[in-house]
């Protein structure tokens, strides 16, 4: 992610373009006031020590230091907690019951959790089930005891899903049988526009592109192909990109299923 930082005429203020949206189109801007209290964006780059104030635009974000600080000492940590953001799956603008979760990870799960050398991370929460992906450390044990304490904290939280120390998805046989048709059913139509209006135009500029092979039981089966095929960072780009745009985009799906052989690239990435 390439972000642009500019300063402003006021030396306490300046701005920050992170190159994707930052508000929802048609969404007005949103003041130092309401951003802290809606937004866990601005939340986090609060949190830094040195700002005093976050305000949203479309584009753009920007920050007013106190005045006993200077940008080029924020400006890498502001960069850094806003790239972090944008990787964490969180959304720009929150309701009340998803800024509970996200208070509650960082308050009390995301510290037992990286005790254990792992990271959670929030994905989505839709019609009462969370989602949230565990990387590393942690265990089946572990994942009761958070699930018991999100249930037991947020009553709008209906059931909690994790990704990450789930157990493999088995392929079915059927996936791999080629067909000339593209999928269909709202779902499959809803993940393909997502693919050919804000995925593949980003992975297009590495040779690459995402295909939708078909969407059952709300899990949409995708394949890698051109220059994304047998490439080392094809799992990257499927946890943080295109995973992470589907989950968000189309709320109904629970799960997104890699189903390239990336044994069969020119250059893939093992044997």
């Not at 960069?79 to 969180?90: D, F, N, R, T, W």
Request: charged letters at 20%.
């Amino acid at each position: 992610m390439f972000i642009q930082a500019q300063p402003l005429d006021d030396p306490t203020l300046m701005k920050f373009t992170p190159g994707e949206p930052v508000l929802p189109i048609g969404n007005e801007p949103i003041g130092e006031t309401q951003s802290a209290v809606v937004s866990p964006l601005a939340r986090r780059l609060l949190r830094i020590d040195g700002v005093e104030g976050v305000s949203l635009s479309l584009d753009d974000v920007t920050l007013r230091r106190a005045d006993k600080n200077e940008w080029y000492i924020l400006k890498p940590v502001i960069l850094g907690a806003i790239m972090e953001h944008y990787g964490s799956g969180e959304p720009v603008i929150a309701d009340a019951t998803i800024l509970r979760i996200l208070d509650l990870l960082d308050d009390r799960i995301r510290p037992a959790i990286e005790a254990y050398g792992g990271e959670v991370l929030f994905k989505k929460f839709a019609e009462g089930t969370l989602t949230l992906e565990l990387i590393g450390g942690g265990g089946v044990r572990k994942r009761e005891m958070m699930t018991n304490i999100i249930l037991h904290h947020i009553p709008d939280v209906e059931q909690v899903t994790w990704l990450g120390e789930a157990p493999a998805v088995e392929i079915p046989d059927w996936i791999f049988n080629s067909s000339d048709e593209p999928p269909s059913g709202p779902e499959a139509e809803a993940v393909m526009q997502l693919l050919d209006e804000k995925v593949n135009p980003s992975v297009a500029a590495h040779g690459g592109r995402i295909t939708l092979i078909d969407v059952a039981d709300h899990v949409a089966y995708v394949r890698m192909e051109g220059g994304c095929q047998g490439c080392s960072a094809s799992a990257v780009t499927l946890q943080q990109g295109v995973q992470n745009a589907i989950l968000s985009e189309v709320p109904s799906i629970q799960g997104v299923v890699d189903v390239t052989d990336h044994s069969m690239a020119d250059n893939p990435f093992f044997g």
